[in-house]
């Protein structure tokens, strides 16, 4: 098994961290321990460690989900001291291995509450960081603000001593830090969302304004969220893709992470309580990361999502294979080209067609293996992230609606989980009850765009755009997809 005892005997080729992870304290605490948070902020922590950032920089990550999956992941970061494997690999299937130590905790919060609290709390703790979904934030699409009526939420609410949500541990925390004069830290959101440091903090001030209205005043004026633009392909790793890395690496790893080797991270360099020397490891640090967050959300993630709801209706299940189709490749491109690229403002002096260009190789990397139904997962609040910009400026400016509609309309089929060869697949989709996964399914085309999906333009919605979604689906079931993309 990979851990602390085997660090001074790693396989050939594997690299270990140059520094002894037993002598790293802690200064950040994760939530959402997830395939991408290792392969990307622990990855760039793990770099600054390595070239002798003295730190208090380890990683003590939070599991917040209960059950015996949740409890068999934490035993095993646990008996691995904490160790994992990454893999990048390049178009060319290049490989390299490293074996992270930055991850020097983990606390299942339902096992043991307060010794997240008591974490948190601990005055070396700095940053506060999460990935916890597009969807995690709960906030009302149509209002902005947080919603205090979620269940979860009520519950922390009747009882802020004892929190269950990242909400309630966050704020609960730092009420004591401010009762104790410790100091805040800084809250960082890793998710793929527009404006993510605003949107936390709306969360987070809005979860403690319903709980303490002065407490909230004290989190606004000393607490910063930076926004950022995180971004590297990070595919599930299942038990078959487990064996083949460490067949490759010669490790003995229950967790290893697989990832290609592009990766970037544009961030605000808003930090109460100090932060690693990012700059050092290529984070580009910016007052504004808007422009990079537009040209990222609207072509790479937007596309991504197309091709994999496209890609599955046509029987493809991997990424590589989806973009291989010269007829999704053509669709994707022309959608890049005509309907992001003509209306989308780049940050000076980035190449729009360039990105292109690289977008679509990085799809194309086989190696790295992504499964069309991870990148479609949650569909419904991607959807509102990655389209909501394209889809309003389109309706705005009277822009040519067929690839947009056709994309739309995919996804809605893909909802349906059947291709057209007929084999089944399961979408998804954890923020949707069954009954709304159901309006998929319903004989109405147009039932379906009540989903939330659909909310981040719903105020420009045009009976124009409703009838192309509805034409494109009945297209997608008469015709089939091939023959119905448009140019």
Known sequence: MLNKAILGNLPKGVRGPAYDPATLAPGIVHFGVGNFFRAHEAWYVERCLDQGDPGPWGIVGVGLTAGARSERKAATFRAQDGLYSLT???????????VIGALRGYLLAPDDPQAVLARLCDPATRIVSMTITEGGYNIDEE????????ALVQEDLANPRAPATVFGYVVEALRHRRDAGVGPFTVMSCDNLRHNGQVARTAFVGYARACDPDLATWIEDHVTFP???????TPSVDASTRDLLNRESGLDDALPVLAEDFSQWVLEDSFCAGRPALETVGVQFVSDVTGYEQVKVRMLNAAHVTLGALGLLLGHRYVHDAIADTDLHRF???YLQKDVMTQIHAPQGMDLDAYRRKVISRFSNRAVADTLL???SDGASKSQVFWTDTVRRSLQSGHDLSRIAFGLAAYLEMLRGVDEKGETYTPLEPTLTEGQVALARAPDLAAALALPAFDGWRDLQTPQLTQAIVTARRAIREHGVRASLPD
Do not use: P
Request: hydrophobic content about 40%; overall charge neutral.
């Open 143 to 150: 209002t902005g603000e947080f919603r205090v009526d979620n």
């Open 332 to 334: 994707i491109n022309a």
């Open 374 to 376: 991870r990148i479609c």
């Open 227 to 233: 926004c950022s633009m995180v971004d590297r392909i």
């Open 88 to 98: 990048e690999v390049d178009a060319h299937g290049a490989r390299t291995v490293r």
